[in-house]
């Protein structure tokens, strides 16, 4: 398994991850799929206080406990869930962050977290405090590097203008490609490592699509109306896909953009983890290929993530 720099850290991460909310909570199927993982070269897990009030983590770090200095741990913080654990609201202030880190180790069942990524935000969050708080969790040693998942533009410029951010988690695929004109370029410019998700388009860019075309006809994916689906994804299929699951296409679009550092995929069972790492081993996509998927599929803008 090739893998990349994360931004400018000392931090090489698998070229696909694991997105460890898909594993489930059951003990035993959770265990296998990131022991099959392991196997298969990833090194890269993610994962966040929100998943499951927290086990996940605790499934995820026990799981990762025996090779704990071959892995990078990624988690998140800023959902925080209210007193009767039936919803969560957003709290990026510093107070909140330094205590929950350490609610995450004890979870995690380890000393450090090699990525702490804010979970979302917004510009009207107090960003200052919010990066205070990252920086002095990284100078007390509790995390290795912070990044933010976002998918705001204004938002990933200030946190590029006024922090330390190695990476950007942030939500890219064929049928998403905002931010091939905004966020992508500006990460490359400054060093910094998208880490994407969201690959496979709820399954549309997957062999599952014409199922998944179908069933969305009426509300359509983002900016595609259903017809539009059912027309694109058979060209896509027998133009770029004839001979390679449409899963291979899909990652490899991701991993063709220089920023890209590795793409987080979910797996809820042990052969989709060894199909997605074939997917990532696979040829990369050619530059005939790219152009042709980009000029049958649509160039869209961020207009309400601002």
Request: with cysteine.
């Amino acid at each position: 398994m090739n893998k990349r720099k994360l931004g400018n850290s000392d931090l090489y991460v698998s070229e696909i991850g694991l997105g460890c909310m898909s594993i489930g909570t059951n003990e035993k199927t959770a265990q296998a799929i990131i022991e099959a993982a392991l196997e298969e070269g990833i090194n890269y897990f993610d994962t966040a206080d929100l998943y499951d009030m927290g086990e996940n983590e605790k499934m995820v770090g026990h799981a990762l406990k025996k090779v704990r200095d071959q892995v990078v741990i990624a988690t998140k913080v800023g959902n925080r869930w209210n007193e009767r654990k039936d919803s969560w609201y957003w709290d990026p202030s510093k107070k909140y962050i330094k205590e929950e880190v350490k609610n995450s180790l004890k979870r995690l069942g380890t000393d450090y977290i090699d990525l702490y990524q804010l979970h979302g935000g917004t510009i009207l969050d107090p960003i200052n405090e919010t990066i205070e708080a990252f920086e002095e969790l990284k100078e007390e040693g509790f995390i290795r590097y912070y990044g933010i998942s976002s998918i705001r533009p204004n938002v990933i410029r200030e946190f590029i203008k006024k922090s330390n951010i190695v990476s950007v988690m942030t939500q890219y695929s064929i049928l998403d490609r905002r931010p091939e004109e905004e966020i992508l370029p500006t990460l490359f410019e400054h060093g910094i490592s998208a880490v994407t998700r969201g690959p496979v388009a709820k399954g549309l860019l997957s062999e599952k699509m014409l199922g998944k075309a179908a069933y969305l006809k009426e509300k359509g994916y983002l900016d595609y109306r259903g017809a539009e689906l059912n027309e694109i994804l058979p060209i896509l299929k027998e133009t770029v896909a004839t001979s390679r699951p449409f899963t291979d296409i899909a990652l490899q679009y991701n991993l063709a953009h220089p920023a890209v550092a590795s793409v987080v995929a979910g797996a809820s069972s042990v052969e989709q983890i060894r199909a997605n790492a074939r997917s990532v081993k696979s040829k990369p996509i050619s530059k005939e290929e790219l152009t042709f998927i980009k000029n049958i599929t649509k160039e869209t803008k961020y207009i309400d993530h601002r």
